[in-house]
């Protein structure tokens, strides 16, 4: 059995150690919406950190993203403030979150 999680091409198995956890794919744990593979995809994610506790990896503006799709669904009335909130805590218990904070050329 391959340790990783199943990418979008069927059959293409991710077994890194490390993850960089994008945006958009942690607020997919919070709300459904999107495309359902764009969903399977991100409880996949979910799951294979929950399993393996592989460092996980954040750009630094990555805070501020989630803030902001956090306070636009609230607003909207799609999610309770408290869930929002307590689920993003769950976050930072489900994994160990850095922040990458070196300067954006340093990436390139």
Known sequence: MSVG??????GKIYSQVGV????SVA??????????????YALSVRDFIQEERPRVMVP??????AANVVAYY???GELEYSVAINT???LHDLCSIAI?????HSAF
């Open 5 to 10: 999680f199943e990418v979008k091409e069927p």
């Open 20 to 23: 960089v956890l994008d945006n």
């Open 27 to 40: 607020m997919r744990w919070l709300v459904a919406s999107g495309k359902k593979v764009d969903q399977r």
């Open 60 to 65: 630094y503006l990555w805070t501020y993203e």
């Open 74 to 76: 609230v607003r909207q």
């Open 88 to 90: 993003l805590l769950a």
């Open 100 to 104: 990458d904070r070196r300067n954006t």
